[in-house]
């Protein structure tokens, strides 16, 4: 049996009205609003009941770090960047030829002054310097017969020319001379440090010909240790010979050590607009290496009497400067919020000014440094070396 078209349409779109109908009636339908609230109770109550106060609880001591106020002369410094250098080096060269007979020293071996770096084969010298000395034996045995009768001569003036006829005349003058060379060769067989300090650079090896003027090794003396950095001119009429400097180097990253400022080049390189300054830093166990990566903050303007705390204390609420002051005993306390006027400032500390209407600090008192950037005014703290191994919130 066969359908038209028009009755196949018709059909279809019964079905697709009945659809819609049912979906309607199912959605709005008696007890439907009781059963989704039912199950969005249900769904809450899976969720664990956390409230803003217990997320951020100002009832449990808070893990901070503080430091000390206090009134000192504040240097604003000048940072420059360089690097280490031995202050004494000495690159050794052979001064006779021959064959490397023993090296008895290894590198970064510490060393004495005289202390024995390298003998040459000797053997030759020694030859030659017996040679010299019999040489020198018989000229002065013909020098002693030529003058035999010189004391019964008793103008001193004639005495005296004779005498050097003869020292012309039997070869001792040029003996002598030669025998002083071939002690000098001989002794030049073996090196020695000229100062205390360490082995570097060690560029032969025993059985090695060497010639005259060949490297054979380098020796530095690593304390003190220098380091050397180019500060701009405008900055260079700040600093002066015998003020500190800190250092830190790449490869001990967190340390800071002490120098002092031991020169400063007169002259400003008209290339670059910057003048050398050079640093001399105590470096007992030799830790710092020659060449190593230096960040130099030199001692530049003071200004003595100042109220000084941690750059790291001072945060910033409502665009206003601001600390946190710790108030209690060595065991809990609580951080009170005070506005402050910043003035002068290093790289690390700054200036609080007063009087300042907003606040001040008196020293003595212990500022937050650590473990207080979201802390509210009257929050309970307690004083630790590191707040966030104790669990502390973290910093910005």
């Known amino acids: 049996m066969s359908f038209s078209k028009r009755f196949l349409a018709a059909v279809t779109g019964l079905i ?26 249900t769904a809450d109550a899976a969720l664990p009941d956390v409230s803003a106060t217990q997320q951020f ?31 004494q080096e000495a690159v050794l060269t052979a001064r006779v030829e021959g064959v490397v007979e023993r090296v008895p020293v290894a590198e970064n071996a510490p060393v ?16 030659e310097t017996a040679q010299a000395r019999a040489e020198q034996v018989a000229a002065e045995a013909e020098f002693l017969r030529t003058t035999l009768f010189n004391d019964e001569i008793e103008d001193p003036e004639v005495r005296a020319q004779r ?9 001792l003058d040029q003996a002598e001379v030669e025998l002083q060379k071939a002690a000098l060769d001989l002794e030049r067989t073996t090196v020695q440090a000229p100062f205390a300090g360490r082995v570097a650079d060690i560029r032969v090896d025993p059985g090695q010909f060497v010639s005259v003027g060949d490297e054979l090794m380098t020796v530095v003396d690593l304390d003190p240790i220098k380091v050397e950095v180019q500060v701009l001119e405008a900055e260079v009429a ?61 001692d530049a303007q003071s200004f003595p009497d100042r109220i000084l705390v941690p750059r790291s204390a001072l945060l910033e609420r409502d665009r206003r400067p601001m600390l946190f002051v710790y108030d209690g ?28 209407e907003e606040g001040e600090v008196a020293p003595g008192e212990i500022v937050l440094v650590d473990g207080h950037h979201y802390l509210v005014h009257d929050a309970i703290v307690r004083l630790v070396d590191e707040p966030a191994r104790e669990g502390g919130r973290p910093g910005r």
């Open 238 to 298: 700040f600093l002066a010979e015998g003020r500190r400097a800190a250092v830190s180097f790449a490869a001990f990253p967190g340390e800071s050590f002490s120098a002092r400022i031991v020169s400063i080049n007169p002259k400003v390189d008209p290339e670059t607009r910057t003048a050398r300054v050079t640093l001399h830093l105590a470096n007992p166990d030799h830790r710092i290496k020659p060449g190593m990566y230096a960040r130099v903050s030199l």
């Open 57 to 87: 609880a100002t009832d449990v001591a808070q893990p901070v770090s503080g430091a000390t106020v206090r009134q000192d002369t504040l240097w604003i410094t000048v940072t420059a960047a360089g690097q280490a250098d031995a202050i």
């Open 329 to 356: 005993d060595e065991g809990a306390g609580r951080a009170e919020w005070r506005y402050v006027c910043p003035g002068l400032e290093s790289d690390s500390i700054v200036e609080v000014v007063s009087p300042c």
């Open 163 to 171: 005498e050097r006829l003869a020292r012309s005349s039997s070869g």
């Open 112 to 127: 004495g002054p005289g202390r024995v770096l390298l003998q040459i084969d000797s053997t030759e010298y020694a030859l």
């Open 16 to 41: 697709v009205v009945g659809l819609m109908v049912g979906g309607m009636w199912y959605r709005l339908r008696p007890g439907a609003g009781r059963e989704g609230a039912q199950a969005a109770e």
